[in-house]
């Protein structure tokens, strides 16, 4: 299977920034042409590209804006359909996309045309050129700041010997199977973004442009230093899946913010806390990690991803909450069958993970021999054995996302399950 990524450099040019101007004016035109005339995919662009014939303007800059304004109408259609229209769009941002083949990469320097037989070369910096080393270079995107280089390999899927249900919380990202969970402490872009709202809430500047330009620089800043301690986290993640031959199982956590929506009752600082919970980027993460690694990803439908934190994951009943003020189980949650408490994300990623495991055996192929229908059988049954009958307690490792470079501190005597 095919595995993408990409890798940027700051840079900025006048004449860049013509050629971008320029591709900007094709793209607002192109869909001004695709709205009056109800078109929203490049095969029924051909009018307007003939148009274009008498600008001085090289085709691959054409076909890039004309990409990009069918993709700005049908991003509209679909806010439209969902009721969620704008009386003034907001202006695009001056960029352009070209595929491989329409620029050159050549001992270290880019060579992006300009006119016919004209180019603009630039130096890429040491990351950039090694990164790029042996890769195949799918495509360009420009930018008034920035160039962004998609790069792919080919990888092969790894053998799949367990699954390992991965729950992402405000908190922790917890990840295991029935053998040991490990829970990878990520309290501190809480505290990152909770510092951030205080230090912006602190100023008074009555000019508003100043106070926007403020809140984007502190955000910016924050959601760099958010990304490290996710990155870390969930280079961790898959890092322990390769060595251990995992899949991922991935919940569903698609409409949980209209849970928090304004006028639920909740107060303010508790919906910011919920609405600045980055789970969607961690999910990205996670994916194209997984894929550059080799390693499968499940992804779990809301109606399997329901109550996985409710439910037990050794006799499947549901879980009671601790009393009001019993500060002593806090996260956990009590079964009455099992009679004993259990952390509510460490239970969570049991049941993510027996049902991963399940979703897993059942879009196996068909097997022919006897050796295959037994390990098929046997596949299954491990799904099984970890919803019910399994008595023993699962090993609980902790791990700190903002020191992941030291190694993972243990709080468990026994031996680690996922080395």
């Known amino acids: 299977m095919r595995a993408s990524k990409s890798v940027t450099q700051p840079f900025s040019n006048v ?35 003939s148009t274009l014939k008498a600008i001085q303007f090289l085709s691959c800059y054409k076909v890039g804006a004309i990409t990009r304004a069918c993709t700005v109408i049908k991003s509209r259609k679909k806010s439209g359909t969902r009721g969620i229209g704008a009386r003034h769009p907001k202006p695009l941002r001056p960029m352009v996309c070209i595929i ?7 001992k270290g320097r880019l060579f992006i045309p300009l006119r016919r037989d004209r180019y603009f070369d630039v130096q890429l910096d040491r990351h950039v050129t090694q990164t ?26 790894a053998t799949v010997k367990t699954v390992y249900g991965v729950d992402r919380n405000e908190k922790n990202v917890t ?10 402490d990520v309290n501190e872009v809480v505290r990152i973004r ?30 760099h230093r958010t990304d490290r301690i996710l990155h870390g986290a969930t280079n961790f993640v898959v890092g322990a899946a390769v060595r251990n031959g995992a899949a991922l199982a991935l919940e569903d956590l698609t409409d949980i913010r209209r849970m928090y929506r304004r006028g639920g009752g909740q107060g303010s600082d508790y919906r910011f806390r919920l609405n600045a919970w980055p789970h969607w980027k961690a999910k990205r993460m996670l994916e ?17 991803t329901y109550g996985s934190s409710s439910k037990c994951s050794a006799c499947g009943e549901r879980l009671r909450g601790p009393g009001k003020g019993d500060a002593e189980h806090v996260r956990m949650l009590w079964c009455q069958t099992c009679g004993r408490w259990t952390d509510r994300d460490v239970n969570a990623a ?3 993970s027996a049902r991963g495991l399940a979703r897993f055996a059942s879009s196996l192929p068909r097997p022919d021999s006897r050796s295959q229908q037994v390990s098929l059988a046997e596949e ?6 970890a919803m019910r009958g399994n008595p023993m307690r699962t090993v609980i490792l902790r791990v700190d996302a903002s020191k992941l470079a030291r190694g993972p501190t243990v709080d468990a005597p026994s031996r680690d399950p996922l080395s």
């Not at 990840?175 to 990878?184: A, I, L, R, S, T």
């Not at 951030?196 to 800043?221: M, Q, V």
């Not at 990690?289 to 109606?303: D, P």
């Open 175 to 184: 990840f295991g199977d029935k053998e040991g969970v490990v829970q990878v």
């Open 132 to 157: 790029l080393e042996g890769m195949k270079v799918r495509s360009l995107t420009i930018t008034q700041d920035k160039l962004s280089f998609c790069y792919s390999k080919e990888v092969e899927p």
């Open 288 to 304: 194209y990690k997984a894929r550059w690694k080799g390693v499968t990803t499940i992804q779990l439908t809301k109606s399997e």
């Open 100 to 106: 491989s083949g329409f620029f050159i990469t050549a």
């Open 15 to 49: 004449t860049l920034d013509n050629l971008l101007n320029e591709c900007l004016a094709v793209t607002y035109g192109a869909i001004h042409y695709g709205e009056l005339n109800g078109i929203d995919n490049r095969k029924g662009m051909k009018g307007f590209y």
């Open 350 to 352: 049991l049941n993510l």
């Open 194 to 223: 909770q510092a951030t709202r205080r230090i912006l809430s602190s100023f008074r500047r009555n000019d508003s442009r100043i106070g926007r330009k403020l809140a984007s620089k502190y955000w910016r800043r924050a959601n």
């Open 380 to 385: 299954k049954g491990l799904a099984g054995e």
